[in-house]
């Protein structure tokens, strides 16, 4: 089963993040590597479920929020704590790669 991955917005963006460790990704329909890494990070969100909560932002959708977080490049994961930006990966990467980002950032 994959791991559970909250769909975000300008509307829900901060409301989402409150407290929790969350990661993010910024993605686009259109962009070939964000559909190659959605396996990938559901994967690290299954295996991750007890510690890290996942989100996605589409850019095309939610621009606003892409600039804010200087987002240039996608796929990019943005790891928060709380509301503070911990760590990011920008790229195609594996699921061992976001694990031990997350071990890392929380």
Do not use: H, Y
């Amino acid at each position: 089963m994959a791991g559970k991955i909250t769909e975000l917005d300008d509307s829900t963006f901060d409301k989402f993040l409150g407290t929790e460790n969350v990661v993010v990704d910024f993605w686009a329909e259109w962009c070939g590597p964000c559909q190659m890494m959605m396996p990938i990070v559901s994967e690290a969100a299954k295996q991750l479920k007890d510690k890290v909560k996942f989100a996605k932002v589409n850019v095309d959708e939610s621009p606003e929020l892409a600039q804010r977080f200087q987002v240039m490049s996608i796929p990019t994961l943005i790891f928060f704590k709380g509301k503070e930006q911990v760590d990011r990966i920008v790229g195609a990467v594996d699921t061992e790669e976001i694990i031990e980002a997350a071990e890392r950032a929380f």
